[in-house]
């Protein structure tokens, strides 16, 4: 294989290591180009060779919505070694991509400044959950973001007014590497944040499956369905292929019983698309990330 990093350069060079480690369904092989790099300019660095050798770059948080297959010559790029910030400043937290959700909603709690608790139980990163617009309980993600700070594709450190980037379903127009995000929180005292924490932990242990790893939802909500009642009603509650597994509680968390495969899980998302479609005539869009 042609040497594309220079090893001199980068403490943190990870290539050939397996991505299983990093998958919240364990479910992934060995990577052509990883990397977790421990600075910034370190991460430019990387993201600057790779952008001039044509490849794609893809960084990678808690992993909680990534199916990794055959990832190819794409650059795998580890949000866990860069360094961690969480700066107050009344109700603005300026805090790192790398912080876990339920990690940041603590310790905001110590501040008395909440309005996340929906998206408590969530096993993402702060940066993962802003690039997809993570979204629960009729809130989003979107609505408490005022500013995000990105490495562009030339490298480059950049500020972004939040109001400048526009955000969909699961989608925001910015695809740079999202280095800190800027917060603004509610006041809130720390009893009502744990309250809400424990209002919203017992309607997803209610509704969703937790006894297994999942992606969460599989797919996105058509207009006007939800995906796991159209994929229930097409007879698939309790599916099984290999080692994964349609979840009987809730038909759009796809589950890993143990031993689950790339290719399992690959076959039970074409089932469920091709069965929804063929009996409902709709087509179902993957919420998962599938890097193949
Ligand atoms: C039990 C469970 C419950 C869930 N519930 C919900 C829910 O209620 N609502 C919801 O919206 N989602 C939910 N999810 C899905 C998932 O947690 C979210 O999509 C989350 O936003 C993914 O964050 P992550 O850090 O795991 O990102 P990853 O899975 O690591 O990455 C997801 C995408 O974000 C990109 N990305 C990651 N980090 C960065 C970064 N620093 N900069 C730029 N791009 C980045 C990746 O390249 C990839 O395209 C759930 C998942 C599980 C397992």
Known sequence: MEKVFDSKFLTSNLSGSSLKRYSNISIGSKATYLFAPHTVSELAEIIRTAVQNNLEVVPIGGCSNIL?????????????????????????????????????????????????????????????TVHMNAGAFDKCLSSYVEFIEVIDRKSNLKKIPFNEVECQYRHISVQDFI????????????????????????????RHPYDFPSLGSTFKNPDGYFAGILIRDCGLAGKRIGDAQISEKHSNFFLNLGQATFQDYKALIALAQKEVFEQKGIKLELEVKVLN
């Open 68 to 128: 990794f297959g055959n990832v190819g010559n794409r650059v795998i790029i580890s949000d866990e070694n860069l360094p961690k910030i969480c700066e107050i400043n009344g109700n603005l937290a300026h805090v790192s991509c790398n912080y876990k959700i339920s990690t940041f909603i603590e310790e905001m709690k110590k501040h008395d400044l909440g309005g996340l608790e929906f998206l408590a139980g969530i096993p993402a990163h702060l940066g993962g």
């Open 179 to 206: 280095l800190n995000v800027g917060l603004r929180l509610e006041s809130k005292s720390a009893q009502e944040i744990s309250s809400e924490i424990g209002r919203i932990m017992a309607l997803r242990k209610e």
